[in-house]
Each structure stands twice: as C-alpha cells, then as structure tokens.
C-alpha cells in the first residue's frame, strides 16, 4: 500500500512538473510571438519541451508566421504597383489631353491661315484617338481580369489568323524599314481558342513590334509539343479546355530590340510596365498584359526572351 501511494506520488509530482514546464512554454512562446509580432522579424516560435504537442503546436505557429509574412510582402508589393499603374495612367491620360487642349487654345487666337489650322485640327484629332484607344485598352482590361470576357473556343485556324494579322501590319513594317520574313503554312493549322481574342492577341503583340523593334521582324508556326500543362480555358464561365491536349501550336513573333536587358524582357507582360520609362511611345504598357491574359485565358501561354539582338515572343496554343 505504501509503495503505491509512494508510485501515485511520484506520477503525480511528475505531471505537476510536467504541467509547469509546459505552462512556462508557453509563457514563453506567447512573449515571443509578441516580440516577432511587434518587430515584424524572421524569427520563429520554438519549444524548449520535448512534447510532442508544443513541437507540433509550434511548427503550426510557425507555418502561421510565414504565411502572414508572405501576404505582407504580396500587400506592399501590390500597394506599390498600385501607386506606379496610377501615376502612369495618369501621365498617359494626360499627356494627349493637355496637347489636345494646346491646339484648342492656339485655335482660338486670330490670325491663323487654314493650312495652320488644318494642321491643328488634325494634330487634337491625333491626341484624343490616342486617348480614346488609352481608354478602350483600360476598359477592355478591367473586364478580362474581372472575368467579364466571354471566350467561344472552337476550332479555329491560326495559320489563317497569323496571316490575316501580319497582312494589316506589314506595309507598316515595311514603310518603317523593316526586313519581313514569315514561316506560316498554306495548310490549316487548328487551335483551340476564340478567334476574336487570338486575333486581338496577334494584333497587339505585332503592334508592340512595330512600336518597340527595329529593322527586322521574324515570324513563324509550328506544330510541338512544349513542355508544359496549358492551363484553364474558359468560356462563359466553363472550363471547356485545352488543358488535356497532347498537341500544341507555337507562334513566334521576333523583332530586333537593342538596349533590352533580362529584367526588362522579364516585366513585359506585367501590368502597366513599358521599357520606355519616359512613356513617349504614348501607350499605357497594358498591349502585352491584354496579349498574356487572353491568351492564358483560353489554355495557352505566352512568354518572352532574349536572343542575341532579338526579342522572341512565343506564344502556344493547344491544338
């Protein structure tokens, strides 16, 4: 009788000990999330016990921790690219609108011979189509990303679009001294896609060729099979896909592009960027974005690099 009771004794002191380890714990680990949290550090909560409840209660903290400090960093970042798509809206917005108001003014003054003032007309007639098209662009992003876009993807020929794209551009290219050289085939060359938007995407990317590059364009398509799964493809709210397809067809657009360095072809498809960073090419940066969600938006993806002197844009499509 007496063993037991000295037994029960010894169990229960270790429980109180245990108990008061445990407590002390997690005094400690409260101290220290406040410390992390007041100080916005790396550390981590740990445990000095060997329980494997605290081990485990404090890699859940620490999980915790590190999602918080990832949401923190994705806030600022946003918050940051929030205030530059501001100020270049706004510098885009205005730079049209305050030339066009110039002419205004100067049309009113006396004096004016009608060549003058034909040239005025037609200089305020160039600003507010620039501004017209700045705003269209706005308005037709806003609804893309808000998912507001519809896609009817269904058989569609993009050796047929590539063409019919590169025919509206090519005297443009050309009056600019551009070398053209093209690689598409006579023969059908089906994709997956809504022909609207894969034609909105080939006019923007070769509109940022022509902007942008110099001298040489380089086109081409072809059938592969890249290596990577296409993502979701929607339509009206459905995933009707591509994503599943074995096949893929790859388009490249290549112009010459001196000066662009790897951060600059890395942030072409960013939202509101543009390599020119004094913005006289009087274009928002939002051509490429346009390009890049449409094109994932129907189980494709377009990327860009380097080679050489070159700009390649690639985009692929499933087939």
């Known amino acids: 009788m007496v063993t037991l009771i000295i037994i029960l004794g010894a169990l229960l002191a270790a429980a109180v000990c245990r108990l008061a380890l445990l ?79 110039g002419y205004l003014q100067m049309l009113e003054g006396s004096g004016l011979d009608d060549e003058t003032r034909a040239r005025y007309i037609a200089t305020i007639s160039g600003r507010l189509l620039t501004l017209s098209e700045l705003m269209n662009s706005l308005f037709e992003f806003a609804r893309i990303i808000e998912g507001k876009a519809e896609f009817d993807l269904q058989r569609t020929d993009a050796g047929a679009a590539l063409r019919g794209a590169l025919s509206e551009w090519f005297g443009d290219f050309v009056s600019k001294g551009f070398s053209v050289d093209a690689d598409i085939p006579e023969t059908p060359s089906p994709c997956v896609c809504d022909a609207d938007a894969l034609r909105r995407v080939l006019q923007n990317l070769l509109k940022n060729a022509y902007v942008h ?74 051509g490429l974005a346009i390009a890049k969600e449409l094109t994932e938006r129907m189980g494709g993806r377009v990327t860009a690099r380097r080679e050489g002197d070159m700009l390649v844009v690639q985009v692929t499509l499933p087939a």
Request: hydrophobic share 35%.
């Open 23 to 101: 407590k002390r714990d997690v005094r400690q680990m409260g101290g220290k999330l406040k410390t992390i949290a007041g100080t916005d550090t790396n550390a981590q909560a740990a445990t000095e016990t060997f329980d494997r409840d605290m081990i485990a209660l404090a890699d859940s903290i620490n999980v915790t921790l590190e999602r918080s400090r990832r949401d923190l960093i994705d806030k600022i970042r946003a918050e940051a690219d929030l205030k530059r798509a501001i100020t270049n809206i706004s510098h885009d917005l205005r730079t049209p609108l305050t030339s066009a108001l």
């Open 213 to 286: 590059g110099k001298e040489k364009l380089i086109v081409s398509l072809s059938g592969g099979k890249p290596p990577f799964a296409g993502g979701p493809a929607r339509s009206s709210g459905e995933n009707r896909s591509g994503a599943g397809a074995a096949n893929h067809l790859t388009i490249k657009i290549a112009n010459k592009a001196n000066g662009l360095d790897d951060l600059e072809t890395a942030r072409l498809f960013d939202r509101f960027y543009t390599a020119d960073a004094s913005r006289t090419s009087k274009n928002t940066g939002l």
